[in-house]
């Protein structure tokens, strides 16, 4: 089956650093990948789409310019977390969907960041 | 607006059988999804209906009828691993999933 993975898994940063999170696609070209944030004991929240060669569309009240979001190619995607704040704490699940039509996502194991 | 209703907590008894169920409302429909997370892991796929009835899965079915915007995931056998959440998901017209807060099953033996 499909197989994304993320890098890192887990993240400590300072206040006020940036940190970027790798998300891949191992076995499949993934024209399409999405961006997730979750907070405990709730449930995925969008964040934006990422299109491989154009600019990602991000879901309302997520600022673009805080979570920089890149799809150069067809097997990894990136999202920046700017100038990170102990609010940005959270775990972050990247997902891609095959080209092929599937409508299936499938998941990265998710980076969990924590902004000291 | 768009909302997807499950329960946010059940309780089940191993060997037993539990049934979660998720109600819908969405701009267009393209299916519906069960997800299984375990807490700090990301959501594994588990199936996906897109026309009304049962899907049977080994010891997971899923039920779809469109017409009443509902489904469940009926777990058999349940096993002390099956402790999750289970998320529901409702893929819209533009091909966007919506996404329910999901229900945390928590087995006890």
């Known amino acids: 089956g499909a197989v994304v993975s993320q890098h890192p898994s887990w993240v400590i940063c300072k206040s006020g650093t940036s940190v970027k999170i790798e998300c891949r696609s191992l076995?499949?070209?993934?024209?399409?990948m999405f961006w997730y944030r979750q907070f405990p004991k709730q449930s995925l929240m969008l964040m934006a789409t990422?299109?491989?060669?154009?600019?990602?569309?991000?879901e309302q009240g997520v600022e673009k310019d805080k979570f920089l979001i890149n799809h150069a190619s067809l097997t990894l995607s990136t999202l920046t977390v700017t100038s990170a704040h102990p609010e940005d704490s959270s775990f972050y699940i990247c997902?891609?969907?095959?080209?092929?039509?599937?409508?299936?996502?499938?998941f990265g194991p998710g980076t969990r960041l924590t902004v000291t | 607006g768009q909302n997807i209703d499950q329960p946010t907590e059940m309780t089940a008894t191993e060997g037993a059988i539990v049934q979660i169920n998720c109600t819908y409302q969405t701009s267009g429909f393209n299916g519906l999804f069960w997800y299984q997370q375990h807490a700090g892991e990301a959501p594994t796929f588990l199936s996906y209906?897109?026309l009304d009835g049962l899907e049977e899965k080994g010891r997971f079915s899923s039920f779809l009828s469109r017409s009443k915007g509902y489904s469940y995931l009926l777990l058999k056998e349940l096993q002390m691993k099956d402790s999750a959440s289970y998320l529901c998901?409702?893929?819209?017209?533009?091909?966007?999933?919506?996404w329910g807060a999901g229900t945390k099953l928590i087995i006890k033996p």
């Open positions: 997902s891609a969907r095959e080209p092929s039509g599937d409508v299936k996502q499938y």
């Open positions: 209906n897109v």
């Open positions: 990422s299109n491989e060669g154009s600019k990602a569309t991000y």
């Open positions: 998901a409702v893929m819209d017209s533009n091909y966007q999933l919506i």
């Open positions: 076995d499949f070209q993934a024209t399409t």
